[in-house]
Nanobody, 115 residues
Framework: QVQLVESGGGLVQAGGSLRLSCAAS????????MGWYRQAPGKQRELVAR???????NVADSVKGRFAISRDNAKNTVFLQMNSLKPEDTAVYYC?????????WGQGTQVTVSS
């Protein structure tokens, strides 16, 4: 089993920044993909960004140039630096780890961007 603990969400004004962190613990395989997804009210969950254990990243077009994903493999932690936030970025952000047994989800952290 794997546990994911997210932190860093909150309320911020448009144009501001937030940094999300997600620490994974438990049975972590060395090869995996960690990522962030988000779900706004009334919408489907969507990929924000993900990063492989080798450092390859994939960032959604809607946040490209504003958000950056990184990870610390030694600490099994993934980060999402969010800059130039917009009201449309308001959502619950979920951490995910996808490895050979299955994928796991965190509980989610609320990000609210006021205009």
């Amino acid at each position: 089993q794997v546990q994911l603990v997210e932190s860093g969400g909150g309320l911020v004004q448009a144009g501001g920044s937030l940094r999300l962190s997600c620490a994974a613990s438990g049975r972590i395989f060395s090869v995996n993909v960690m990522g962030w997804y988000r779900q706004a009210p009334g919408k489907q969950r969507e990929l924000v960004a993900r990063i492989t254990s080798g450092g390859t990243t994939n960032v959604a077009d809607s946040v490209k140039g504003r958000f950056a994903i990184s990870r610390d493999n030694a600490k099994n932690t993934v980060f999402l630096q969010m800059n130039s936030l917009k009201p449309e970025d308001t959502a619950v952000y979920y951490c995910n780890i996808d490895q050979r047994d299955r994928d796991y989800w965190g509980q989610g952290t609320q990000v609210t961007v006021s205009s």
